[in-house]
């Protein structure tokens, strides 16, 4: 591997970097670690610039060669408090001690930028070659679970199982959970987690109870999942911006999630729609008009044929009819414009070929011209 012109014995790509190229997959993220200090490291390489450093960390960010790089000290880490950001520890301490803080053994390689070589304490090699997850220790899951989703994020990404023993300590922790945790990690990883748009991480997420995670209300779900694959097939087709809140947002509750506004709307429109009339064609226009196509989407869990209805056949329909046209008339702005507009989408509604032609004829019929 050969990202950033800097060789040392004690500089290591690491990671997620490492595991996609004995994948054989692109990687965009390239964690870079030093074997002690980083900081201290950076200030002896020969044209490089200094742009940031984070001391509690032992991180630092250079400039080389018109990038910018990012290197780590190798570091420890504890959790004082279980569920939640570790602490930091040990900065500077051997390579081994550093990879055996991570989450699986997949993601708990090295390669030195000076030989190549691959440092796999852990048999990750092994485990890739198997397609296994598996966590590096028994406390994993208590010192954070939000791994649990991780292990389920590379799961569907890779095609990978968990191993008999990591499945057997996830089940344990989903039946003992502490919620006392960062609930916006937990989000973080149900972001990328969904966004991935996969039925089948959705039906995992269910049937291995990890939605429990989330709130202690979310008890004996059930889904039908060949819905849930239709709802797969119309986030390809309508490429909504907020993919992950249609999934999750299917849960009876995701209050604990630190939701932005935007995503609150999205449920909020949701569970709006659920109330409303949807008697006719002009109804269902006028109720989903206004809705992103998220909720829409969500909705269509409900009432697919419903939602496509909308979404194939009315959604598009516009009148061509303008406030101008109105005025041509002699007819000054008021509330009557919008219901003459409305008396026209009604008709453009049963009848999508209408012509401006007789939409203004349609106006004449309104006004009784």
Not at 128 to 138: A, E, Q, S, Y
Not at 311 to 331: M, R, S, Y
Request: net charge neutral.
């Amino acid at each position: 591997m050969n990202i950033i012109n800097l060789h040392d014995k004690n500089l290591f790509y690491i990671g997620g970097v490492v595991r996609d190229k004995i994948l054989g997959k692109e990687n965009f993220d390239i964690d870079i670690t030093y074997q002690g200090n980083a900081i201290e490291f950076s200030k002896s390489i020969p044209n490089a610039k200094i742009m940031q450093i984070n001391e509690p960390f032992g991180t630092v960010r250079i400039e080389l060669d018109g990038k910018e790089i990012d290197i780590a000290s190798t570091r420890g880490e504890s959790y004082p408090q279980q569920g939640h950001l570790p602490v930091v520890k040990d900065i500077g301490c051997s390579l081994k001690e550093d990879v055996l803080r991570r989450d699986f053994t997949i993601n708990a390689m090295a390669e030195n930028t000076l030989t190549g070589e691959i440092i796999d304490y852990t048999n990750g090699l092994e485990d890739i070659k198997n397609k296994t997850l598996r966590v590096l220790h028994d406390e994993s899951f208590i010192d954070d679970p939000t791994r649990i989703l991780r292990g389920l994020k590379f799961a569907v990404r890779f095609g990978f199982k968990l191993d008999e023993h990591t499945k057997k300590l996830q089940d344990e922790y989903l039946k003992n959970i502490n919620y006392d945790m960062s609930y916006k990690r937990l989000k973080k990883e149900l972001v990328e987690t969904f966004n991935l748009n996969s039925s089948i991480a959705f039906e995992r997420f269910i049937t291995q109870k990890i939605y429990k995670l989330i709130s202690p209300n979310n008890k004996n779900i059930k889904f039908d999942f060949e819905k849930i694959r239709e709802i797969e097939n119309l986030v390809k087709t309508y490429n909504p911006q907020n993919v992950w809140i249609i999934y999750v947002g299917l849960l009876p509750d995701i209050s604990s999630l630190p939701l932005t506004k935007q995503e609150k709307k999205i449920i909020d429109d949701y569970k709006k729609l659920k109330t409303l009339d949807f008697s006719t064609d002009y109804k269902i226009y006028k109720n989903f008009k206004e809705i992103g196509d998220e909720s829409i989407i969500m909705f269509s869990y409900i009432d697919m044929p419903l939602a496509l209805k909308y979404l194939e056949e009315l959604k598009d329909i516009k009148i061509q009819t303008t406030g101008k046209d109105l005025q041509n008339f002699g007819i000054n702005p008021s509330p009557e414009y919008q219901k003459c507009f409305d008396y026209i989408l009604e008709g453009k509604l049963k009848n999508p070929a209408l012509t401006k032609e007789q939409e203004i004829e349609l106006v004449k019929k309104y006004f009784k011209i």
